[in-house]
């Protein structure tokens, strides 16, 4: 059975869609990202998915369960850390797992051991009794993916789970997110950091204006949209982008630079280097990043 | 009735969740109950109520002032408890805490949250007017056996005013918009509802608006039950506060809905 299968998924906020008719399908045990810029309709996907909000069109199952019949079921059985910061400020730490436990109908002493569990898993122990307020963005974090484990949950959804936090409170997440996947716990994640989409997810789509542009696993979706490198070329003359045209190379010019997408990138600036003057360019692997950039354009989503 | 097909016992986890919060902070949620009443059967009881020579008729009994005052403060408790908790106490939970998003991804559904917090709204009238009536009963002005049931009537006026709470939450833009429904609705309550002075005073067309405010039934019951006065007045406030209830408790849950369902 799929974590999620979805079949001409529709979302409409006032004759605007936010959604537009997309499929796909989620595996048991897999990590799974949904990317792309803002507005995109990721988050609002998401919300669909853990019952939040209701499907204007289309079909949509949660382990095999349909949103509409069994959000209760659903919502019992899966665990959701929001982007936004919603723990309890009236609580401390430790009573925001437990508090949390009991919406869930899990009894008083469970809470207790399952809270000390995912406090130690989290690195929060030291924390336990401190007011919301008082801990940092990251411990925040943590606390809500802890929050969103309490409940044992068969597929967890992380919304944005690093954004705005330091390196070293990143790779403590990503690396509880690993040992999740280990324990064969379905994730959808959605984010803004491609070298976290490519770390931690099996399988991802790219969404833009409400639709899915792209799907696959991030090593076949770089080797297929741009290939192993890219080649970088500072402050390019029009020639040289008239020659690389003319050589039928994949490439991007953007306001101050060429991009040279090439699975030979060494060969490419040989060839250059011996018709143009070239000041400063650079060969590097392709990442996600340029997936990201090429499939949904480089213009500014307000 | 399928604006109420999605409430559960699990409302009760709700609840409990606002319980602790209080109970976290019992010393400051306390004092104010107990100490209030007898600022003002001090300042109204004792020092107005000096200037009020002669008895009021109620009910077939004659009451000294300070002994008319006292029921009508037990009252005032019931419908601010329960108003406060769910206007300015909710709207904080909804708004700025974010609790409604965070436990909507748990089990419980939105009907559920409304129904937990219109639940403990209706607790605290319950708590702060059985703290009331403790003061009010110790010096004399509440009476054996009718004041046991005052905290009844305090659960179900409660409800009541919970509802209509949450009615406006669901309304209000921000905090301060609840000026409003203060200034036109609960200042003119606290003081037109038979609660500082008998009703028998006003013009008829008078009596007549006061008997459509939903505090002067919970005034007079509290009042007729702490005298030991059997009369119409329960049987008509009961079924005044069915209806006020069941309707603003619709009109919230749908009005609730249409503002967090998006």
């Known amino acids: ?302 | 009735m399928t604006l109420l097909s999605n409430i559960s016992w699990r409302s009760i986890a709700l609840w409990k969740r606002n319980r602790d919060v209080f109970l976290f902070t019992w010393k400051t949620n306390f004092l104010p109950p107990f100490l209030e009443p007898i600022l003002y059967l001090v300042a109204m009881g004792l020092g107005f109520g000096a200037l009020i020579q002669a008895d009021i008729e109620y009910g077939g009994r004659s009451l000294e002032y300070i002994k008319f005052l006292a029921p009508g403060l037990v009252a005032i408790s019931i419908m601010y408890g329960a108003f406060f908790e769910c206007s300015y106490g909710s709207f904080v939970r909804m708004y700025y805490q974010k609790t409604f998003d965070a436990v909507l991804a748990t089990p419980l559904s939105l009907e559920d949250i409304i129904a937990g917090e219109i639940l403990w709204g209706a607790t605290k009238s319950f708590i702060n007017a059985t703290i009331v009536l403790a003061v009010v009963a110790v010096v004399g002005f509440s009476e054996m056996p009718g004041l046991l049931l005052i905290p009844v009537v305090a659960f179900a006026g409660g409800l009541m005013f919970a509802s209509l709470a949450m009615l406006f939450t669901s309304l209000v833009p921000n905090l301060d918009s609840f000026n409003y429904p203060f200034f036109l609705f609960i200042t003119p309550m606290f003081l037109f509802s038979g609660t500082f002075f008998p009703l028998s005073v006003l013009p008829g067309w008078g009596q007549q608006l006061a008997m459509a405010l939903p505090l002067t039934h919970i005034s007079n019951m509290a009042r007729d039950l702490s005298y030991n006065i059997w009369d119409a007045d329960m049987i008509i406030g009961t079924a005044y506060i069915a209806l006020f209830t069941a309707i603003t408790f619709l009109g919230s849950v749908y009005l609730m809905k249409k503002r967090l369902v998006k």
């Open chain 1, 1 to 302: 059975m799929p974590a999620v299968r979805a079949e001409g998924l529709t979302k409409m906020f006032d004759g605007f869609k936010a959604v537009d008719a997309i499929d796909f399908q989620i595996e048991e045990g897999e990590c799974f990202g949904f990317l792309g810029p803002n507005g995109a309709g990721k988050s609002t996907t998401m919300r669909m998915i853990h019952c939040g909000s209701p499907v204007t069109s289309g079909k949509l199952e949660v382990l095999g369960m349909d949103v509409n019949d069994s959000p209760r079921q659903i919502k019992q059985v899966i665990g959701v850390a929001p982007q936004e910061n919603n723990l309890d400020p009236d609580f401390t730490v430790r009573r925001n797992l437990t508090v949390y436990g009991r919406y869930f109908d899990i009894p008083n002493g469970e809470c207790g051991r399952r809270a000390d569990r995912l406090l130690e898993f989290m690195q929060l122990s030291e924390k336990r009794d401190e007011m919301i307020p008082e801990i940092s963005g990251g411990m925040k974090r943590r606390l809500i993916i802890a929050r969103a484990m309490m409940n044992e949950p068969r597929m967890l959804i992380l919304d944005e789970p690093t954004t705005g936090l330091d390196p070293q409170a990143r790779h403590l997440i990503w690396e509880k997110v690993r040992e999740l996947k280990r324990q064969k716990v379905t994730v959808l994640l959605t984010t803004h950091y491609m070298d976290e989409a490519e770390r931690l997810c099996d399988r991802l789509v790219i969404m833009d204006h409400g639709k899915i542009i792209l799907e696959g696993r991030p090593r076949e979706l770089i080797d297929r949209v741009i290939g192993a490198d890219v080649l970088e070329i500072d402050v390019p003359g029009d020639e040289m982008e008239a020659y690389v045209k003319e050589r039928g190379w994949q490439y991007e010019r953007t306001i101050d630079r060429l991009l040279v997408y090439t699975d030979q990138g060494q060969r490419v600036v040989a060839e250059l280097k011996e018709r143009f003057s070239m000041s400063y360019y650079l060969i590097r692997n392709a990442t996600l990043e340029d997936v990201f950039l090429r499939s949904t354009g480089r213009a500014l989503v307000e």
